[in-house]
């Protein structure tokens, strides 16, 4: 089993900055990826970024520039820096995580998701 758990959520003001982490733990051999992305009321959950065990990132259009996406592989640790916040980044947000357990088995986790709400 693998469980990740998210931290870092909470309210900011228009053009503050927030730093989600996203900590897997159970049974890893390796994450090949792991990814954010973020779910608004009554939109379609989407991509944030996501970054590869090899250091490659790709980032979602709207957060290109302010968000950047992070992780420490000795920690099975994901991080999300989130700058120059706006109102329409208010959403919940996810993390994710392929890879492979100890076992040989593939896994898919999501976290619980954290809330970010930006205030105008």
């Known amino acids: 089993q693998v469980q990740l758990v998210e931290s870092g959520g909470g309210l900011v003001q228009a053009g503050g900055s927030l730093r989600l982490s996203c900590a897997a733990s159970?049974?890893?051999?390796?994450?090949?990826?792991m990814g954010w992305y973020r779910q608004a009321p009554g939109k379609l959950r989407e991509l944030v970024a996501v970054?590869?065990?090899?250091?490659?990132?790709n980032y979602g259009d709207s957060v290109k520039g302010r968000f950047t996406i992070s992780r420490d592989n000795a920690k099975n640790t994901g991080y999300l820096q989130m700058n120059n916040l706006k109102p329409e980044d208010t959403a919940v947000y996810y993390c994710?995580?392929?890879?492979?357990?100890?076992?040989?088995?593939?896994?898919?986790?999501w976290g619980q998701g954290t809330q970010v709400s930006v205030s105008s």
């Open positions: 970054i590869t065990s090899g250091g490659n990132t």
């Open positions: 994710n995580a392929v890879g492979q357990q100890v076992t040989g088995r593939l896994f898919n986790y």
């Open positions: 159970g049974t890893i051999f390796s994450i090949n990826a």
